[in-house]
Each structure stands twice: as C-alpha cells, then as structure tokens.
C-alpha cells in the first residue's frame, strides 16, 4: 500500500530541488544577458570554419581583438562569413576533414580504413586502389623502404624509394 503523505513529501522535495536550480541559473543568465545588452556585438566574422565576436567597449568602441573565438566544426562558415552553418548540401558546407551527408544534412568527419593491403574505403562507401604501394592505417604508402611496403608482385626500388612491378 502507499502511503500518499511519503509520496507528496518526495515530490515536493525533488520540485523544490528543480525549482532552486532553475532559478539558480536564472540568476546566472541575468547577469550574462546584462553583460551583453551592456556590450552589444560590434564584429561578429567567421573565416576557415573559425568564429569570433567581438564585443564593444564600455566606451562605445570596438577592439581589434576578438574576446571570443570558437570553433564550427564539423560545418563550415555561412555565406556572409559571419558565423557557423547548421547543416550542409554539399561538402562546400563543411570543415576541412569533413563530408556532408546528404541524406541527414550533417558534416560527418571524412575516415578512410584499409579494406585488404593495396585498398582504402572511405566512411561513404568509396574505394580506392593503392597500387603499387600498401595500404597502412587508413592511407596509401606514398614510398617504399623495403619490398614489404610494395603491393603484391612488386619490389621496392631502394634508391628511388618507390615500387615497381
């Protein structure tokens, strides 16, 4: 059977416990919302998936440095260069080291894993051969120090640090 004066009471406890913490962070936000309504953006800029703004001083001035810098990633700037995107079309959209997913709308970062020794596949579905080098850890060899590093029938030229078949 329950008692309903234990349930109330537990209720009670855990609003008041919300309550105190919404309203702790009432009184946080009263003060950000001061700062900024004190000092309104002067320059806001995003240049290479990188934001920042800059607030104006006491005395009405803008400063040549920005008080905050933050990053977009996994998108790219928008448009007008003034802050992040918040979905994608296209790669345009996204960051250096990320793809658009066209069927989310969402940059996803670009992964490459070794499928065999000589082929990569990407994070969407691609493949590329490696020949005549290996594959290793997600990327093609570039050179060769020895015969192991070749694909498969061929052999590493070792004063021309490549392979050959």
Request: proline share 5%; hydrophobic share 30%.
């Amino acid at each position: 059977m329950i008692k309903r004066h234990n349930d109330f009471a537990v209720v009670c406890s855990t609003t008041m416990k919300m309550i105190t913490v919404f309203c702790a962070l009432l009184f946080v936000l009263q003060f950000e919302v001061q700062a900024q309504l004190a000092n309104p953006i002067c320059k806001q800029t995003c240049v290479d998936a990188q934001g920042t703004i800059t607030f104006t001083r006491a005395d009405g001035t803008c400063p040549s440095t920005p008080q905050e810098i933050y990053s977009c990633a996994p998108f790219a700037c928008d448009d007008a260069g003034k802050t992040c995107r918040l979905d994608c079309a296209d790669n345009r959209y996204c960051a250096k080291g990320f793809i658009c997913d066209p069927k989310n709308n969402k940059c996803v970062r670009l992964a490459y894993t070794c499928t065999d020794d000589v082929t990569i596949a990407s994070s969407l579905g691609g493949q590329i051969s490696c020949q005549p080098y290996r594959c290793k850890m997600g990327s093609c060899l570039r050179s060769c120090q020895n015969d192991d590093e070749c694909a498969p029938g061929h052999r590493c030229e070792l004063n021309k640090h490549y392979c050959t078949p």
